[in-house]
């Protein structure tokens, strides 16, 4: 009898859960899941990370090539990327131009992805130091 009651309150729990999640329109939240709410037993969610290489000389300039993305994963596989921004902000005398950048490896399907970002920059009227700068983004396996 005991395992009955147990088995109509977990079949309770799973509905109004169920419910709760439609009622918000049951898209992907900003949660970190577990075996315990996921059965894929990995994270769901959606992030945006940056990385970023910078240089400068105080007064003189500034220079900062940076690269974006944003992506969803439900149960710890990546459902979705977008918003892949390869930029640079300056001042002073440095002038820097994103090139390209591409996927390297993973993406959707996979639980993990990789980019590289490409960007040209220049110190100076003369032009005295010129610069390809690399940049490598991983959207990790494990998140949360």
Known sequence: MRKLFLLLA??????????ASAAGGGGIGYVACGPGCDPGGGWSGCKTIETSHSSSLWYVYSVRHAFRVSYCKSG??????????????????????????FQTGGGRGSTW??????????????HIYNSTDVLSLTIPTIDG
């Open 10 to 19: 977990v079949v309770a729990a799973l509905g109004v859960t169920g419910a």
């Open 113 to 126: 992805a990789t980019f590289e970002a490409h960007a040209q920059w220049t110190i100076a009227p003369a």
């Open 76 to 101: 710890g596989v990546i459902t979705s990327i977008w918003g892949q921004t390869n930029y640079c902000d300056v001042s002073g005398i440095a002038n820097c131009s994103p090139t390209v950048w």
